[in-house]
């Protein structure tokens, strides 16, 4: 019997063994479950953050497109009003080349 006895207390300290470690293994998942937790309440209550930051992004980047094109169109304008005024003087240029080629052919004429 004394075989049987320290058989069964050799698996009793194995069982013994093995719910100690069981219950650290249960007490680090649940600490891992408590700090997972925390990190999900945390990036809930960072999202809004993050979305406003990214909405705040877009809305200045957009204010910065809406000047660019005002600034374009300007240009646009400036543009079309200086080949009006480049057409205007070739037409200004042609007919006094024009009108000089007149007065000197009437001139030969005579």
Do not use: Y
Request: hydrophobic fraction near 35%.
């Amino acid at each position: 019997m004394a075989a049987s006895d320290a058989l069964h207390d050799e698996r009793e300290a194995a069982s013994d063994a093995r719910d100690l470690d069981l219950d650290v293994k249960e007490r680090r998942l649940a600490n891992l479950e408590l700090a997972l937790d925390e990190r999900g309440r945390a990036l809930r209550e960072a999202v809004p953050d993050v979305l406003r930051r990214q909405q705040e992004a877009i809305d200045r980047s957009r204010d910065v497109l809406n000047r660019a094109e005002q600034r374009l169109i300007r240009a646009e304008a400036s543009l079309l009003r200086s080949r009006t005024a480049v057409q205007r003087d070739d037409a200004e240029i042609q007919r006094e080349v024009a009108s000089s080629d007149e007065d000197t052919a009437e001139g030969s004429g005579t």
